[in-house]
Structures are given as structure tokens and as C-alpha cells.
């Protein structure tokens, strides 16, 4: 698949997350189901803009790109992006452009005026069809990208070549010093890397016109087999001048899991309390495969007998049965996200269990056949529901290489300082104590309300705990009675 990087020229703000997140899904996932994903990602590395801002800074065009691609490939690093498998520069690959240039002019479907190589739109009837509707646009430039030349043959010709100017970076060809117009870029990297005909194309929506098409239009126009099979274009990111250099890990976590809440063709509204909600979502996420983790930690090693309870199984086998669905539909992860929210919920209750079973079996309440049978299966059960949450997660992106409890902690921080509680406070609250209460007694309740899940009713109880009393007694008085009886030896 092709993706449309960057023009680096400024630092990458969400906006450049949206795009290159909702991709990294998807070459995730395509992974996951088992395909081998030849995964190209450019960078437009000379382009006007750069060449302006370069101008403003007293920098070389080339130099500022190169600084500001480095710092566009941290960042997507630290939003847990996977590297392309092919990441080609403009200014690398001048003899793919000329060589695509040629094809077209040899084709008959460009012209040449004074160093400059225009693509002709009259002598290619699909780019009329294409530009249909929206002959205005093109007049401007590209979307006001350049500005307007009046020796055109038509207004709606684009530029393949551009003569050297004054002050700007080029390259020699057979018209002329000069240097690449914005769309043949794609075109020429797209054929190198991927071949004329690949899979999958995407980028912005704003890419569709004029880049995506006049794409099509010279892949086409220099070889008529060209084709892509998929058109891919994410949405917008409103008020996206949040930039995404420089955040903790607790950040970023929670600026994929936003992502990820709207589908990626729709428009995503960027404030403060959807990043707020996000992160509590991350939180729960987070702090559930924690307590997972400590509850199963001493039990990783062992081989453990039984079989998964019947509906355990069912519930994962659902999830994972619609997780398919939803992201081999044009990756729904919104319904992803809704639906691991249930089996985060049967996470939890079965710690619930778990701990409660761990306590009846402490206080000798269970039989040591039948509580560690019963952990069997709850173990069995966390590690099957584990598995599958964690297999979902780095599909989204979510799984995190950070430091699990560095990130807890943050996010812990944040929810607390929102919230205006300390962590000691928070604890409290979490037990559903206050200092007024005696210990002992919000022990005593503690201890009824596991009972009382574990199904035991006040007075089964009471009999168990008296049986328990008469066996210590009776092996006290038997340990007496022997010391006493080797004492007469
Ligand atoms: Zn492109």
C-alpha cells in the first residue's frame, strides 16, 4: 500500500496523527490476518512550502525538510506507529520522476514551454471526465497551491516539471534545471516501489483533488494499465493545531484511543475533555490488564488442567467473531472499542471471583480439592480473556511497549488532579471508606460481601467457621496429648 506522507516544513500536530494512525491500523491489522504488507510511506521533501519557510528561516530547503522528517518519525514512533517497509524521499528518486515525465510526453499527453512540462488534460479524455464539475478548482492551481500560468494550453493542466527559479534547489533533465511538481512524486514512488498496479492508496481526504486524481490521470497517461485496486482517505481533525512533540506516554496512549472512537473516514471534533473521557478509557483498559497481571502472576509458569468454562468461551468466541467483522468492514474500530468494553467487564468479574475464591480457600472455608479446582478454571478463564484483549490491542496500536505502571501512574495522576484528590484520598474512596468508619468493621463488611458473592449464606458461614474452630481444637488437644505422651517416655 502507498500512504501520502508529509510535507515537513513544520512540526506534526494530531491532525498528521489522524492520518497516520488510522493507516498503521490498517497495517496492523492486514498483518494480523496473515498478508505480507509492502508498506510505502513518502515524504514530499521539496515542495513550495518548504522552499518559503526555508527562505524565512536563512536554512537550505533540503536541510529544514530532513530536520523537520526526523522529527515527524519520532513522533509517529512515539504514537506507536509501525516503521513502512519503504519510506522514499522526492529528492531521491529524480530519475523515477524524469523517467515517468518522458513516458508521458513520449505518450503524447504532455507539453514542454520554456523549461516548464505541463500535463495536457484535452488530449486525456478520463481527466476530463475527472475534472468534471470542478474546472475552477484547477484553474487556481491545484487548490491555490501554485499560482496561476497563463501560457497554459488549458487551465487545467498541471505542472509535471518546474524550471529552476532563483533561489531554489534543482536538478538537471532533458527540459531544462528544474524540479518536480507536487503529484508526479506519488505517481513515480508509487510504480518503483509497488509497481503500476498495487493494492491500496490512501491519505488525507484532502488529497482526493487534485492530488489523488491528477495521480490517476499521469499513472495512466504514462501506462494505461495503472490501477489501484482501493481508495482510502481519513477525515478531518477540527481545531488539530495540538502538537504532538515532546508528551508523555499517557498522552499519546490516550490520543490513539481517541483516534480510534470515530471512524476514520468521519470528522473528529479535537478537545480537551474528549482527550479527558479518552483517558479514562485508557486508564480502565490499562488498570484491568494490571490487576490481570498481578492476579496471574504466580501462576504463569504452571500447566494447568480443565477446560474453559462454556461461556467464557462463547463470549470470547463472539468477540472475537465480530472484532472480524468490524475491522474487515472498512475497520470499524469504534465498534471494537464498544465491544472489548464487555470483555473487560468479564476481566474484572472474574478477578472478583478469583479473589474472593482465594479467600474463602485462605480463611479454609473451601475444600482444598474444591477451591483449587475452582481457581483452575478462573485462571484458565483470565489467561483465555487476557490473550484475546491484548491481541486486540496491538492491532489498534494500543499495546503499549511503554511501561505499563509508568502509564498507570500517569494517567492515575491526571484522573486524581481532575478529580481534585489526592492518592490517598482516592484509595479511600475506591474502598468506599471514609475516616469515620472503624477498621475492623469495613473489614468485617468486606469480608460478608465476598461471602456473599461466593454464595454463601450468615449461617453456612457461621457453620463452617465453627467446624473450622472444633478441627483446630481437636488437632491442638491430639498435639498435646502426643507431647504429653512422649514427655512420659
Ligand atoms: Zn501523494
Given at each position: 500500500?502507498?500512504?501520502?506522507?508529509?510535507?515537513?516544513?513544520?512540526?506534526?500536530?494530531?491532525?498528521?496523527?489522524?492520518?497516520?494512525?488510522?493507516?498503521?491500523?490498517?497495517?496492523?491489522?492486514?498483518?494480523?490476518?496473515?498478508?505480507?504488507?509492502?508498506?510505502?510511506?513518502?515524504?514530499?521533501?521539496?515542495?513550495?512550502?518548504?522552499?518559503?519557510?526555508?527562505?524565512?528561516?536563512?536554512?537550505?530547503?533540503?536541510?529544514?525538510?530532513?530536520?523537520?522528517?526526523?522529527?515527524?518519525?519520532?513522533?509517529?514512533?512515539?504514537?506507536?506507529?509501525?516503521?513502512?517497509?519503504?519510506?522514499?524521499?522526492?529528492?531521491?528518486?529524480?530519475?523515477?520522476?524524469?523517467?515517468?515525465?518522458?513516458?508521458?510526453?513520449?505518450?503524447?499527453?504532455?507539453?514542454?514551454?520554456?523549461?516548464?512540462?505541463?500535463?495536457?488534460?484535452?488530449?486525456?479524455?478520463?481527466?476530463?471526465?475527472?475534472?468534471?464539475?470542478?474546472?475552477?478548482?484547477?484553474?487556481?492551481?491545484?487548490?491555490?497551491?501554485?499560482?496561476?500560468?497563463?501560457?497554459?494550453?488549458?487551465?487545467?493542466?498541471?505542472?509535471?516539471?518546474?524550471?529552476?527559479?532563483?533561489?531554489?534547489?534543482?536538478?538537471?533533465?532533458?527540459?531544462?534545471?528544474?524540479?518536480?511538481?507536487?503529484?508526479?512524486?506519488?505517481?513515480?514512488?508509487?510504480?518503483?516501489?509497488?509497481?503500476?498496479?498495487?493494492?491500496?492508496?490512501?491519505?488525507g481526504k484532502d488529497l482526493i483533488f487534485p492530488h489523488h486524481e491528477n495521480e490517476i490521470a499521469q499513472s495512466r497517461a504514462a501506462c494505461p494499465q495503472s490501477n489501484v485496486k482501493y481508495w482510502m482517505h481519513n477525515g478531518f481533525v477540527n481545531r488539530d493545531n495540538q502538537k504532538m512533540s515532546k508528551s508523555d506516554n499517557n498522552f499519546l496512549l490516550s490520543v490513539i484511543f481517541?483516534?480510534?472512537?470515530?471512524?476514520?473516514?468521519?470528522?473528529?471534533?479535537?478537545?480537551?475533555?474528549?482527550?479527558?473521557?479518552?483517558?479514562?478509557?485508557?486508564?480502565?483498559?490499562?488498570?484491568?490488564?494490571?490487576?490481570?497481571?498481578?492476579?496471574?502472576?504466580?501462576?504463569?509458569?504452571?500447566?494447568?488442567?480443565?477446560?474453559?468454562?462454556?461461556?467464557?468461551?462463547?463470549?470470547?468466541?463472539?468477540?472475537?467473531?465480530?472484532?472480524?467483522?468490524?475491522?474487515?468492514?472498512?475497520?470499524?474500530?469504534?465498534?471494537?472499542?464498544?465491544?472489548?468494553?464487555?470483555?473487560?467487564?468479564?476481566?474484572?468479574?472474574?478477578?472478583?471471583?478469583?479473589?474472593?475464591?482465594?479467600?474463602?480457600?485462605?480463611?479454609?472455608?473451601?475444600?482444598?480439592?474444591?477451591?483449587?479446582?475452582?481457581?483452575?478454571?478462573?485462571?484458565?478463564?483470565?489467561?483465555?480473556?487476557?490473550?484475546?484483549?491484548?491481541?486486540?490491542?496491538?492491532?489498534?496500536?494500543?499495546?503499549?511497549?511503554?511501561?505499563?505502571?509508568?502509564?498507570?501512574?500517569?494517567?492515575?495522576?491526571?484522573?486524581?488532579?481532575?478529580?481534585?484528590?489526592?492518592?490517598?484520598?482516592?484509595?479511600?474512596?475506591?474502598?468506599?471508606?471514609?475516616?469515620?468508619?472503624?477498621?475492623?468493621?469495613?473489614?468485617?463488611?468486606?469480608?460478608?460481601?465476598?461471602?456473599?458473592?461466593?454464595?454463601?449464606?450468615?449461617?453456612?458461614?457461621?457453620?463452617?467457621?465453627?467446624?473450622?474452630?472444633?478441627?483446630?481444637?481437636?488437632?491442638?488437644?491430639?498435639?498435646?496429648?502426643?507431647?504429653?505422651?512422649?514427655?512420659?517416655?
Open positions: 500500500m502507498y500512504i501520502c506522507g508529509v510535507t515537513p516544513y513544520d512540526f506534526s500536530h494530531i491532525g498528521h496523527a489522524r492520518v497516520y494512525v488510522a493507516f498503521d491500523v490498517l497495517h496492523r491489522y492486514l498483518k494480523f490476518l496473515g498478508y505480507e504488507v509492502n508498506y510505502v510511506r513518502n515524504f514530499t521533501d521539496i515542495d513550495d512550502k518548504i522552499i518559503k519557510r526555508a527562505n524565512e528561516m536563512g536554512e537550505a530547503p533540503l536541510i529544514l525538510s530532513r530536520r523537520f522528517s526526523e522529527e515527524f518519525l519520532h513522533d509517529i514512533a512515539e504514537l506507536n506507529c509501525l516503521p513502512p517497509t519503504h519510506e522514499p524521499r522526492v529528492s531521491d528518486h529524480m530519475e523515477q520522476i524524469k523517467d515517468l515525465i518522458t513516458k508521458i510526453l513520449d505518450n503524447g499527453h504532455a507539453y514542454i514551454i520554456e523549461g516548464d512540462v505541463y500535463f495536457s488534460v484535452d488530449t486525456f479524455l478520463m481527466i476530463i471526465i475527472v475534472y468534471l464539475g470542478k474546472p475552477d478548482d484547477n484553474r487556481a492551481g491545484g487548490g491555490g497551491r501554485v499560482t496561476v500560468d497563463t501560457r497554459k494550453r488549458n487551465p487545467a493542466d498541471f505542472a509535471l516539471w518546474k524550471s529552476a527559479k532563483p533561489g531554489e534547489p534543482s536538478w538537471e533533465s532533458p527540459w531544462g534545471p528544474g524540479r518536480p511538481g507536487w503529484h508526479i512524486e506519488c505517481s513515480a514512488m508509487s510504480a518503483h516501489y509497488l509497481s503500476h498496479c498495487f493494492d491500496i492508496h490512501g491519505g481517541f483516534l480510534m472512537r470515530t471512524h476514520y473516514r468521519s470528522d473528529v471534533n479535537y478537545s480537551d475533555k474528549a482527550l479527558d473521557t479518552a483517558s479514562d478509557r485508557v486508564f480502565y483498559i490499562y488498570q484491568t490488564l494490571h490487576d490481570c497481571e498481578i492476579a496471574l502472576s504466580p501462576f504463569r509458569n504452571e500447566s494447568f488442567k480443565g477446560v474453559l468454562p462454556v461461556d467464557v468461551k462463547e463470549q470470547i468466541d463472539k468477540f472475537h467473531t465480530e472484532y472480524l467483522s468490524s475491522m474487515s468492514d472498512d475497520l470499524h474500530t469504534t465498534t471494537v472499542l464498544d465491544d472489548l468494553v464487555d470483555l473487560l467487564k468479564l476481566i474484572n468479574g472474574t478477578l472478583k471471583k478469583f479473589k474472593v475464591t482465594f479467600f474463602l480457600s485462605y480463611m479454609e472455608l473451601l475444600s482444598s480439592d474444591f477451591g483449587g479446582k475452582k481457581q483452575q478454571v478462573l485462571i484458565l478463564s483470565l489467561l483465555a480473556l487476557e490473550k484475546e484483549v491484548k491481541e486486540v490491542l496491538l492491532t489498534l496500536g494500543l499495546s503499549s511497549s511503554y511501561n505499563v505502571s509508568e502509564v498507570l501512574q500517569q494517567l492515575k495522576d491526571k484522573a486524581l488532579k481532575r478529580a481534585g484528590y489526592t492518592e490517598e484520598e482516592e484509595v479511600l474512596l475506591t474502598l468506599g471508606l471514609s475516616s469515620s468508619y472503624n477498621v475492623s468493621e469495613v473489614l468485617q463488611q468486606l469480608k460478608d460481601k465476598a461471602l456473599k458473592r461466593a454464595g454463601y449464606t450468615e449461617e453456612e458461614v457461621g457453620r463452617k467457621i465453627e467446624e473450622r474452630n472444633m478441627a483446630r481444637k481437636s488437632k491442638r488437644s491430639t498435639r498435646n496429648q502426643t507431647k504429653l505422651g512422649r514427655s512420659f517416655i
